[in-house]
């Protein structure tokens, strides 16, 4: 059979996906293993909101089972205008808000609107999928590698000799795979530079977007503030689009509403766009999204206590990893800033003769002696010997954590 078409047979696959897929077969016989692969949620942890749920079952009771309008039901397009003016600090009208089944339809939506076979789009490694859209778009891809000393988020500095004559620059933040953030006075930096580039070049031409990724943009912690680049430069609006969604600040995954917000014009492009593919929001799902997010109150309590959740379970991963590295282990962890995300080293390659010799092992050595399933950063774009680690902790269980700090102490003595 086949060949297929270019884009079919040279995609690859989710590298996380593909992980995660492996410790669920060995989950399914039998085997017992911590697993914060998968950027998702326990929902026995992490249940969506109640009022979310009620919401969607009346909808179904009250016959909400036909097609929604091809932008998305306007009282979900009011409803979103609300929460990004009371949380984020933006104006949208609902004319400059697109609805889809989630982020990644927009997101690729985002991308074919914007980007041509050729056309160069910078991003940061590690980060999530950006490689993948970047490649189903024929685009070119212009990496910036990060470092610990920027807790792997991209700095002014580092992007500005990618972004002469780039068509899109993808930010994130709170970032996947890093739960790190971009602070005020360097995404104002970046602003900057996108502004000028864009100053630069002649009338008509194509501009200079940012694809500006706040999934997780109400998931801050401690002292962390969320920024975006419409709120430190509004003049950043004519070049921003925005991907947002319930799917991880309302531990919604699999309810699949999601929202972006850019100028009018090229909302209208995404929307035609997905008139085709058809990736719309469910309606009943739209109308209790809609009916929901403006009931302040209940919005508030219930990201308070997700965050607490959230928070709570970043440090006692932070603290224990710290607790191992003051015993001389070779581990260490960012402190956590924001998402469900928790940067670890596992620096365990070549320690001793017969112990792990390539990150690939050290991966699968902590898999099989402390039974520690975490995603790789090389599964996000990054170097194959890149010693750094996502630890998601939607799925943790806080009550496990000591039986897990104690096969991971135990399998990291072995290796003295
Ligand atoms: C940074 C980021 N953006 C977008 C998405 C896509 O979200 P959705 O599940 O709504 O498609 C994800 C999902 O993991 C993500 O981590």
Redesign the pocket.
Known sequence: MGPYSQLAENLVGSEIVRLGNIIADRVRNGESIFNFTI?DFNPRLFPIPEGLKTAIEQAYEEGYTNYPSADGILPLREAVSSFVQKHYHVDYAPNEIQIAS????L?YSVFRSLVDPGDRVVYAVPS??NNHYTFMNGGEHSVVETTAETAFMPTAGTLQPHLKGATLLCL?TP??PTGTTLGRTELEAICDLVLAENARRPEGAKKLHVLF?Q??GVLTYGDTVHYNPVEVRPEMKDYTVF?D?I??CFAA?GV?V?WALGPAPLIAKIKALLTHIGAWAPMAEQVATARYLVQEAAVESYLDCLKTGLHERLQQMYDGIQQLKSKGHPVDAIHPQGGLYLTAKFDLSGRSADGPQSQAAVTDYLLNEAKLAVTPFYAFGASRNDPWYRISVGTCDLKTLPQMFSQLEAALEKLR
């Open positions: 950027g989630g982020g990644r339809p997101i999530w999928n994130c970032q996947n990724d999934m997780y991907i969604g799917s991880k995954t699949r999601g």
